[in-house]
């Protein structure tokens, strides 16, 4: 279970941490406005555009992972294949970020879906 929940604190914190790109590129386009930042983050392109997309997505993600991890606890389904995709799950939510700040848009989405399938794998294995 500790592979499971260190899966879950990891995914927990993304979000966070892809949030340094953006607040970065926001910093760049005439400091970061603190007042109205979704205004600003409305305006960003290139760079900025596609750090908010992906700090955006994390969140998305993080509710299906952590609708997977904790289906798993729940019905103790905590196999070494569950591990296994939990951090499959992680290692490609890495790469999808770096990906998408790249601007590798097909490897992006290919790790995307990677990911995503590892969430349901999960699911699946606790039917």
Same mark, same amino acid.
């Given at each position: 279970? %500790?592979?499971l /929940? !260190?899966?879950? /604190?990891?995914?927990? +914190?993304?979000?966070?941490?892809? @949030?340094?790109?953006?607040?970065? #590129? *926001?910093? @760049?386009?005439? =400091?970061?406005?603190?007042?109205?930042?979704?205004?600003q983050?409305?305006?960003?392109? =290139?760079?900025?555009?596609r750090?908010?997309?992906?700090?955006?997505?994390?969140?998305?993600?993080?509710?299906? +992972? =952590?609708? #997977? &991890? !904790?289906?798993?606890?729940? %019905?103790? $389904? *905590? %196999?070494?294949?569950?591990? %296994? !995709?939990? /951090?499959?799950?992680?290692?490609?939510?890495?790469?999808?970020?770096?990906?998408?700040? &790249?601007? @590798?848009? $097909?490897?992006?989405?290919?790790?995307?879906? &990677? #990911?995503? #399938?590892?969430?349901?794998? /999960?699911? =699946?294995?606790? !039917?």
């Amino acid at each position: 279970m %500790t592979v499971l /929940i !260190l899966c879950l /604190i990891v995914a927990s +914190f993304l979000p966070y941490l892809v @949030k340094i790109p953006l607040a970065i #590129a *926001m910093a @760049k386009e005439g =400091g970061y406005d603190n007042r109205h930042p979704r205004d600003q983050q409305s305006r960003l392109e =290139g760079f900025g555009a596609r750090a908010l997309a992906s700090h955006q997505n994390a969140f998305e993600s993080l509710l299906v +992972f =952590g609708i #997977a &991890i !904790l289906l798993a606890v729940a %019905t103790d $389904t *905590m %196999t070494e294949s569950v591990q %296994t !995709l939990a /951090i499959v799950h992680i290692v490609f939510r890495v790469i999808y970020h770096v990906l998408y700040l &790249i601007d @590798k848009s $097909t490897l992006r989405s290919i790790s995307w879906f &990677i #990911a995503m #399938a590892c969430s349901f794998a /999960i699911m =699946g294995q606790c !039917l």
